[in-house]
């Protein structure tokens, strides 16, 4: 099959989301936990979250546009300036996924989605209790993407909880070992398997490539 540009545009909008949101490969799945300046904690699953930099640890994610009706997590993180971002287990996939319905700012969908609020480190967004791997947040720099309006929002890494088992000597994550899960397109969830590890690469010490099965 070959789509052009063409194709593309032409075709109808929920099967061009799905395409498009599926060929650029698994992406990570999260839920991104926020608290209200009044109180109200939110909880929403996010598959952009990106590795920006290590010094300083920064993570970026993109914001769909907020122009028309501002959603909770981005009002939250506006407001207070933090957040969390916290590893979906394949076990909680089902939860994890409805916690993107549109609910009211006083409906909390670590409620609804049946998730517990953590409050770790004094850290003043709350964490998902029942994630393998969570990441405490501070907003540092908003930049608008002019030519769709998505906004990629920038933040620190404060607080890293992650069990003593799935960390290597070397700071490697074993993330089949912590049973994240992985998303393709906007409602398909896949299992991690890690399949090997090489070392750091050197131009002049190629190994012996075994030939490509295709
Ligand atoms: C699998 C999946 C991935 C999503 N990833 C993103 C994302 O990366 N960025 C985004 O703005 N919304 C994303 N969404 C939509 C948000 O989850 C949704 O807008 C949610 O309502 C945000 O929470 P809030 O309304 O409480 O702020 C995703 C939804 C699903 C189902």
Redesign the pocket.
Known sequence: MHLTKKDIENTERIKRLNIINSVSGIKPANLIGTKSKDGYP?L?????VVHLGSSPALLG????PQHEKP????LNIKESGFYTINHVHQNFIEQA?F??A?FPKETS?FEVCEFTEEYLYGFQAPFVKESPLKIGMKLIEEIPIQVNKTILMIGEIQHISIPENSMDEQGHINLTSLGSAG?SG??SYYELNKINQFPYTKANKLPRFEKIQQ
Not at 61 to 64: A, E, G, L
Not at 71 to 74: G, I, P, S
């Open positions: 939110n929403g699953i996010f598959s952009s994610f993109i914001m769909r959603r909770d997590t981005y996924h916690t993107s549109k969908e998303i906007v409602n």
